[in-house]
């Protein structure tokens, strides 16, 4: 009768384990094999942007040093930093020039990305904006350059979203042609735009269930 009571209770477990999440997907921690891992999937590209693979890639400690410095570099590696990634999405509509730069870095835990969040907004350019917009992530900082220039002193207008989801710290910024408020609102526009789809995959690829 012993024998028979534990092997019902073990049957239960396994029958309850199936159920359940893991562990991995209850705590909101993925892992990336590779950094090509954290591009954007097809299916989470905004719409009416392309993704650029020519002007996307790996980001590796040599090339993070460049990017965030000496310092913060070594921050990130402390925390937990194993993958980064930097993607690239343009606009199909040629007005405005519009584009977007994304951004991922992963930790081993949700700490290790929350961590680093405040060293790296010290990075940060441009006036920090509130904006309210259901379509940004709790939390979310929003960063506003109207007087940005891009390539050959051409100006634009940048908005950055920075953002932890679990255990990655995402950052998103909109690019749009000029120096007026229309182009602050089409950068805007932009980075909200991608941000959206970017936390939604995050959320995907975490497991998360709303």
Not at 86 to 95: K, R, V, Y
Not at 189 to 198: E, K, L, R, W
């Amino acid at each position: 009768m012993k024998r028979r009571c534990i092997r019902i209770a073990v049957a239960l477990a396994l029958a309850l384990s199936a159920l359940l999440p893991s562990a991995a997907a209850r705590s909101g921690v993925s892992a990336a094999v590779s950094p090509v891992d954290l591009s954007l999937p097809a299916g989470y590209v905004p719409a009416g942007y392309v993704a650029v693979p020519a002007n996307s890639y790996a980001l590796t400690r040599a090339g993070m040093v460049p990017l965030l410095g000496n310092y913060l570099t070594g921050v990130f590696v402390h925390n937990g930093w194993s993958a980064g990634f930097h993607g690239w999405l343009e606009a199909s509509d040629p007005s405005g020039a519009a584009f977007v730069t994304y951004d991922l870095f992963e930790f081993r835990t949700t700490a290790g990305a929350q961590s680093v969040l405040t060293p790296y907004l010290d990075l940060m350019s441009g006036t920090e904006t509130v904006l309210s917009d259901s379509r940004l992530p709790a939390g979310a900082a929003v960063f506003l350059d109207t007087a940005g220039t891009y390539g050959p002193g051409k100006p634009f207008a940048a908005a950055e979203v920075v953002f932890c989801l679990h255990n990655v710290l995402a950052d998103a910024t909109g690019y749009y042609d000029g120096g007026d408020a229309a182009a602050d609102n089409g950068a805007v526009a932009a980075a909200i735009g991608a941000v959206a789809p970017i936390a939604a995959w995050l959320r995907a690829r975490s497991g998360e269930v709303k």
